[in-house]
Structures are given as structure tokens and as C-alpha cells.
């Protein structure tokens, strides 16, 4: 089935050489910034989890995030999710709070980074939250928890894409450090590519600071991260693409141990959820680091529109990038 | 910066931005802080301070004072903006005149008082804290609060209590219209001595309880 990125490509290039003709290091790592500084560990890789949960892990919650702890890769989740894991076991975190919740002091404390989320559950869309409802409230809010977290945690705002200019720039206005843009439903559509260059360019406006992009949007593969770097993004949730393994029956414990009466199951034939979930990383940081070598660039930070090109005119127009 | 006594330290607030001057109050290393020259323009005063420190801003101040706060005794010796004492855990919020909408919204404990007049949706979603309104409450006291106490000594607007769902409002005088699913009950002993710990924490001497009225959810 098409998909929308197919109407972009990465322009083929060399890879720059040092002094002694060899090909510079490559680099696939990159950081969140709080107020323009770069804080933290470096991610592994610009990919996140965001929706996947201690619930729809169950068992596997703590070699999941043992995994993610040591390919340092983070994941939204409250701090109580991570009680009971030893030190090794703890990866980056995300914190976040939902509309008309309180703020608690221990997730704003612990988190590497804060996410308000501008969604109403009991009305089911998106909305401002009710601090914004007083003037400047939004980014005095925004600005009242970045010094509540000591300044150096990042504050994010999550909007869906699509959004008319005026609400992004009420968002990018707030002094965000980024924006998690998410799409739902099975497919990507125009509206993210218009939002990451809507959101690029009213960040160049006048004296603002910039706004690292969180994409949470349908992906079909691995191979599609690069192009949404390209495009704009700073960081791509990958949960879409490791939810099916987690979701997956798991072998009960009597099939494990071979006990199903008439059918014997060895046990080396059960498979651990966490080694494909590492493969699908795995697989993720290959296609990526292939995919750079390819338009020669050796970090993430250079990975930009400049290097992708649009087969069709809709899509040069969308993503305002030239034709191939 | 000056110290008026070898424990009392003193910030000018003036020419400070609001990170800046809360910068300043949490590096502040006393058994006490003053803050001069506070405006309404003064956002996010004191807000994530997390240690036992009495803290007094000289003036008005903004909206999301003590946003987070836990432990300090703030007190406001002007107004007070809207959302203050968001989230607040512990400690003390104190403000001498009048604050605007959503005082002590979220609060989770501490006592959150004002010795004026709170706008509306005093104690929006509150689970815990205790809090005194001297005067008058606008519309909606108390929307959605789930635990805590709150205390209103002269009257309160409509929908008092709207989507109240634990907890207990103490009004005295006259309340426009109460939620529906909330009602009055008659004050017991527990109210009484509950009431009065509170009246005295708030710094009220001889307050009369027997003019109050208790309200809570109607199923509770």
C-alpha cells in the first residue's frame, strides 16, 4: 500500500572524509535541550517509546526497560512504574501530566523530561490546558513548572497535527522546550508533514527559541525514521513498531514447560519478547546509520531537508522541499 | 541583597525576571527570605521551594505562587493572581488581601489561606489541603475536590461544591446556590474541633463555629 513518505527520497551523497581520507565517525545520537541547553544523557537514538505500558508489557516490564536502559532509548511512564527495578534496569523517563491532574511533585522531580499533555479525556479531543485560560497563562504555566523541575528539565507541550498557525503559535509561544505532535489512526497523512514545516518555520520567527519535535505518528517500518528526521522531527515514537511483538499470545506456562498433555514443546523453542524488541532496534539503528552513510551525513543534527528531495508536486509543496 | 539580621536575608525583586527572582529564593541560604518590590507581573513566585523556610513577599505577586511548593511558609502581603498554590503538598500559602481564580487549585496538603476575597473555583480539584477564605468565595468553590477542608468565612458564590465528590466545605453566611448532588449537614463534634484547629492554624482567634455550616457530597 502507498504510503505518503514514498513521495520522498533521500538524496544519495558522499560521506565527508578526515585529513588521512578515511570517512568521519558517524554519530546517531542526540539530546533533549531545556532552554536552549543541551541536558542529560544522550539518547542512543533519535526514537522514543511513548504509549507502551507497564500494563501491556506485564511480565516483560522489567527486561524491556533493562533493554532501553542500555541502548539508552526513553519512554514515557509515571515514576510509580519504575519502583522495584534495580539501578541498571531504569531507562531516561518521560513524565507527563493530563488535563485538570494534579501536578505531583515526585514525577516532575525524577522525570528527564515533562510533558503537558492538551488532551481533555472526559471530553475526548484536544485542548488547551485550563491554566492557559488567563492571559499568558500557558507560558507562565509552562514557565512555573520548568522552575518547579530546576530549570533543567524540558517541558513539552503534546498537540495533534494539524493545528491552524495560530494554536502552534500559542504553543511555540509558551517557551516550550519541544512539542510531541501525534497522529492517530493506521496511516500518515499530509497533516504531520505540514505541521513539522509550520512548526519549523514559525520557530524562526523574531527571537524564538527553538522547539525540538516529538513525532507519535503510524509507521509502517524502520526505514521511515530518516525521512521524518529529514523532514524535521528531532525524535520519532517507535511504539507502532514493537507493539505487535508485545501483544503477541505468550507461551503459557504449561506450553512452556512441555506439559501440554500429547504435545511436547521444547524449550528451546520459546522465544523471549525482549530479543525481538532488541532486534527490532537493532534493526532500526542499522537502517538508520545506513541511511545516513547514503546521503553523507555522519550525525543526526545534519540529517535535514536539504537532503530529501519530493517526487511529486503535492509533496514538494507540502513538505517544502524541492522536486526530484 | 541584604541581610537585616544575620538570619534574614532580603531580595529586591525589581528589575528580576520571575526565573531569575526564583532562581534567587531557592539558592537563598537563611532561616528566612523577604522579597521586595513584587508585582502582579511576578509569576511563579516560590514555586518548587521543598524546604522549611519561612518566605514573604512584600508586595503582590502573580498568578502559580508555590506552584509545587512543599514545606515553606509563603506569605503574601499584597494580592495574589490566579492558580496559587497549584499542586502545593505541604507548608503554607498565606495571602494578606484578595486572590484570583483557582486558589489552591490540585492542592494535595498544606494550608492555603487568603484574608480577602477568592475569586472562583477556590479549590478546583483539590485532594487534601486545608483551606481558609476570610471572606467571600466566587462561583464554583470547591469544583471537583475529592478530600481536603475548606473553610469560608463570609458567604459563597453559585454551584457551591460543583462535582465535589469528598471533603467538606464549612460556609458561614450565605451561599447563592449549592451543586446539586451536594447538601448541608448538621455540624457535629468532629466538624466542631475540625473547624476550630483549622480556624486557629488560619491564625483566626475566637472564631464562632456554631454560625458555620457544613457541605458535603450527599452520599458521603
Redesign the interface.
Known sequence: MPHILDEFVLVPARLPTTGQGKSAAQSLAVRVRAAGREVGTPLGLPVLLRTTSKVATGDDWGKLCKLLSRLRIPLFSGVAEMENLDAASVPARFGGRVI??????EE?KTADAFEIECYDRAADRWAWP??AV?P??LK??V?????????DVPVGLSIPSGLPSEDLETAIESTVDFLTVSEAGEALTPLTIRSISEIRKLTQIGDRQPVQIVLDVPLDGPEQIAKLIALGADIVCVDRLIAPLLERPKPSKATASGMLSGIATPASNQKSVITDVERVFDQIREDFANQLRRCGVTSVADLKRGRLRATTDAAARMAQVELL | MSGDDANTVSLDAQGLS??EL??AI?ETIADKVTVENTSEAT??FA??V?REIPIVAQGSI???AF??G?AAAVDVEGDA???CG??M?SGSLVVHRSC???FGA???GGLIAVLGHAADRCGF?M?GADIFVRSTAGNEAGH?MCDGVMVIGNGAGKNLGYSMTGGTIYVRGDVESVAEGVRSFRMKDADTMRLSLLLARAGVKGGETREFKAYRPAKS
Open positions: 485538570d491532574d494534579p501536578l505531583l511533585p516532575l485550563r491554566e488567563v499568558q497563562g507562565n504555566f514557565n512555573s513548572v520548568r522552575m518547579a523541575g530546576g530549570g | 520571575s526565573s526564583n532562581a531557592l509569576y511563579g514555586c518548587g521543598r502573580g498568578d502559580f506552584l509545587l512543599e493572581g490566579s492558580w497549584h499542586s503538598a484570583a481564580d483557582y490540585f492542592a494535595t480539584r485532594s471537583g
